[in-house]
Nanobody, 125 residues
Framework: QVLLVESGGGLVQAGGSLRLSCAAS????????MGWFRQAPGKEREFVAG????????DYTDSVKGRFTISRDDAKNTVYLQMSSLKPEDTAVYYC??????????????????WGQGTQVTVSS
């Protein structure tokens, strides 16, 4: 019922910036908390950032604090992840996810009901 489509990934030099977008369709978007996750080669999927359904609160994993910013535009049914000062260790497939019935941020991927297909981010040194 909910379709999430990420875009904005690509290849960037260390220290550079990228902005990822996730467009949602299919049902009400504004009532759901949103999260960004990533999975690097050979590693488990990890929580990166989250935002409440009203956008009042955000949460970040320690490794990206001060470098990444999550935001949402409910009028456009879109959530963003602005990534700056990128490092090679940020290389991963990035996924956006939506909770189905809660506006609260949760770091566990199991709490999210809808997932995008992922977009590759590669940071070269």
């Amino acid at each position: 019922q909910v379709l999430l489509v990420e875009s904005g990934g690509g290849l960037v030099q260390a220290g550079g910036s990228l902005r990822l977008s996730c467009a949602a369709s299919g049902r009400t978007f504004s009532s759901s908390a949103m999260g960004w996750f990533r999975q690097a080669p050979g590693k488990e999927r990890e929580f990166v950032a989250g935002i409440t359904w009203r956008g009042a609160y955000t949460d970040y994993t320690d490794s990206v604090k001060g470098r990444f910013t999550i935001s949402r535009d409910d009028a456009k049914n879109t959530v963003y992840l602005q990534m700056s000062s990128l490092k090679p260790e940020d290389t991963a497939v990035y996924y956006c996810a939506a909770r189905g019935a809660s506006g609260l941020i949760v770091r566990s991927g199991s709490a999210y009901d809808y997932w995008g297909q992922g977009t590759q981010v590669t940071v070269s040194s």
